[in-house]
């Protein structure tokens, strides 16, 4: 056995069933992470068996569509499989690790080099490798070679593993990996789907992992909302989100959506140097991936000071509140897509040309599956499903009329129950609004 799988062994377990080892190689939450769960009454995952499931759902979705295997570039896709991070931002634009796993199950990493050590204590993977870029950064005018050599790699791995199925999905491939594969015959198909539809439905652990996720980014809002006093910078403001995040062990936040006063129409405007007064509207989309890389995509907006609201700002803050709180209320197990389409709350035709983009979105580790639109966006970018058990979504709302001076952002995180659906989200909404 290994000097470090020894160790191990004579250590004890954090919550989540990970070793207490305070020099670990493995990231996850901190000691605050866990001191302020506990204090929430919340539990921790069991990553063992989260990362079981895991990959048992991956392998259902191969045997369904009789695929031999799965290819994985996507940093988060790689993630879900093996549970195991490095350089994830970095990772995203340059496609230097890669993942397989086969319609049983095993699975091979090929990790950036001299990376070896950050997945060893991940049994699941059964073999880890490397030599996965081909991308012209890393391999210049040899790109082609390298990629062949590597999709030669993979097709000996397949036929000894698998056998004759030359069915293979991939999720993202530079062009020249995709040509590799194709001159060897290879049938290719979305993984993208395989992966969408495997992290689809949620167990017990991945819903612990994310209330506690939601958790510890609440605990940041509620310290961004009482530094948001006037005369202090937008940009000051969402630096506390991700400085708490990171203090609990999370991971990164995928954008910078915070804007006040004017800047919070029309939307997406991202934190800037805007000095903050009295009285503004501050609205944020946290969009954070926190501890255990579970996303926790909240969205709130409230005064700078104790200001009294305008007449404006409640209405604003008043229609978005409804529109959230009655989509919520149509989520069901069975319901469709397009039946949610079809029932959603209509916003007033002043605010529909700056709606939001969707009315609700799947969350899990990013942003996922599915997508529902507005109804004026079904046709052109809509289309079918059905809530399940297990699901969870992000419903929101952006009111903001064109041309209007202010905005407002609202959003809540939800699962989707055997008998409707709970909401994840504790953070409260602004009671002098609602008044």
């Given at each position: 056995?290994?000097?470090n799988?020894?160790?191990?062994?004579?250590?004890?377990?954090?919550?989540?069933?990970?070793?207490?080892?305070?020099?670990?190689?493995?990231?996850?939450?901190?000691?605050l992470?866990?001191?302020?769960?506990?204090?929430?009454?919340?539990t921790a995952?069991?990553?063992?068996?989260?990362?079981?499931?895991?990959?048992?759902?991956?392998?259902e979705?191969?045997?369904?569509?009789?695929?031999?295997?799965?290819?994985?570039?996507?940093?988060?896709?790689?993630?879900?499989?093996?549970?195991?991070?490095?350089?994830?931002?970095?990772?995203?634009?340059?496609?230097?690790?890669?993942?397989?796993?086969?319609?049983?199950?095993?699975?091979?990493?090929?990790?950036?080099?001299?990376?070896?050590?950050?997945?060893?204590?991940?049994?699941?993977?059964?073999?880890?490798?490397?030599?996965?870029?081909?991308?012209?950064?890393?391999?210049?005018?040899?790109?082609?070679?390298?990629?062949?050599?590597?999709?030669?790699?993979?097709?000996?791995?397949?036929?000894?593993?698998?056998?004759?199925?030359?069915?293979?999905a991939?999720?993202k491939?530079?062009?020249?990996?995709?040509?590799?594969?194709?001159?060897?015959?290879?049938?290719i198909?979305?993984?993208?789907?395989?992966?969408?539809?495997?992290?689809?439905?949620?167990?017990?652990?991945?819903?612990?992992?994310?209330?506690?996720?939601?958790?510890?980014?609440?605990?940041?809002?509620?310290?961004?909302?009482?530094?948001?006093?006037?005369?202090?910078?937008?940009?000051?403001?969402?630096?506390?989100?991700?400085a708490?995040?990171?203090r609990?062990?999370?991971?990164?936040?995928?954008?910078r959506?915070?804007?006040?006063?004017?800047?919070?129409?029309?939307?997406?405007?991202?934190?800037?140097?805007?000095?903050?007064?009295?009285?503004?509207?501050?609205?944020?989309?946290?969009?954070?991936?926190?501890?255990?890389?579970?996303?926790a995509?909240?969205?709130?907006?409230?005064?700078?000071?104790?200001?009294?609201?305008?007449?404006?700002?409640?209405?604003?803050?008043?229609?978005a509140?409804?529109?959230?709180?009655?989509?919520?209320?149509?989520?069901?197990?069975?319901?469709?897509?397009?039946?949610?389409?079809?029932?959603?709350?209509?916003?007033?035709?002043?605010?529909?040309?700056?709606?939001?983009?969707?009315?609700?979105?799947?969350?899990?580790?990013?942003?996922?599956?599915?997508?529902?639109?507005?109804?004026?966006?079904?046709?052109?970018?809509?289309?079918d499903?059905?809530?399940?058990?297990?699901?969870?979504?992000?419903?929101?709302?952006?009111?903001?009329?064109?041309?209007?001076?202010?905005?407002?952002?609202?959003?809540?995180?939800?699962?989707?129950t055997?008998?409707?659906?709970?909401?994840?989200?504790?953070?409260?909404?602004?009671?002098k609004?609602?008044?």
């Amino acid at each position: 056995m290994p000097a470090n799988k020894k160790q191990q062994n004579r250590l004890g377990l954090r919550p989540d069933g990970s070793p207490d080892d305070n020099n670990r190689v493995e990231i996850g939450p901190t000691a605050l992470a866990f001191q302020e769960w506990q204090e929430l009454g919340l539990t921790a995952p069991q990553l063992t068996r989260m990362r079981e499931y895991r990959l048992q759902r991956i392998a259902e979705q191969l045997q369904q569509r009789e695929l031999a295997a799965v290819l994985l570039f996507d940093p988060l896709n790689i993630r879900y499989a093996t549970d195991s991070t490095n350089m994830q931002l970095w990772i995203t634009h340059n496609h230097a690790r890669a993942c397989m796993v086969t319609a049983s199950g095993y699975m091979i990493l090929w990790d950036f080099h001299n990376s070896d050590h950050l997945s060893e204590h991940l049994p699941l993977v059964k073999e880890l490798r490397q030599g996965a870029s081909f991308f012209y950064f890393e391999t210049g005018e040899f790109t082609p070679q390298h990629a062949q050599r590597f999709a030669n790699e993979v097709a000996d791995l397949l036929l000894h593993h698998v056998g004759a199925n030359k069915r293979l999905a991939i999720d993202k491939i530079e062009i020249a990996g995709l040509r590799a594969f194709d001159q060897l015959g290879f049938e290719i198909s979305d993984g993208q789907m395989v992966m969408e539809q495997a992290r689809l439905i949620k167990n017990v652990d991945e819903v612990n992992a994310m209330r506690c996720s939601i958790a510890s980014t609440e605990i940041a809002m509620r310290k961004m909302q009482t530094a948001s006093v006037p005369g202090v910078s937008e940009n000051d403001i969402w630096s506390i989100l991700h400085a708490e995040n990171i203090r609990r062990g999370g991971e990164w936040i995928e954008c910078r959506i915070m804007s006040s006063g004017p800047r919070t129409n029309p939307w997406f405007q991202e934190s800037g140097p805007r000095m903050v007064e009295y009285g503004d509207m501050l609205a944020l989309d946290t969009d954070l991936i926190g501890p255990y890389g579970i996303c926790a995509d909240l969205s709130r907006s409230w005064l700078v000071g104790d200001a009294k609201p305008t007449v404006e700002q409640k209405q604003l803050y008043q229609l978005a509140y409804e529109h959230i709180q009655t989509n919520m209320a149509l989520l069901k197990p069975g319901l469709s897509f397009r039946e949610l389409t079809e029932q959603s709350h209509r916003l007033p035709p002043e605010y529909r040309d700056q709606r939001y983009g969707v009315i609700m979105h799947g969350v899990g580790l990013c942003d996922e599956y599915p997508s529902i639109r507005y109804p004026e966006d079904y046709a052109g970018h809509g289309y079918d499903g059905v809530l399940q058990a297990g699901m969870t979504l992000c419903v929101e709302a952006y009111v903001g009329a064109v041309g209007g001076k202010q905005g407002v952002k609202l959003e809540d995180q939800v699962l989707i129950t055997e008998s409707g659906f709970e909401n994840l989200t504790r953070y409260p909404f602004e009671a002098k609004m609602l008044a």
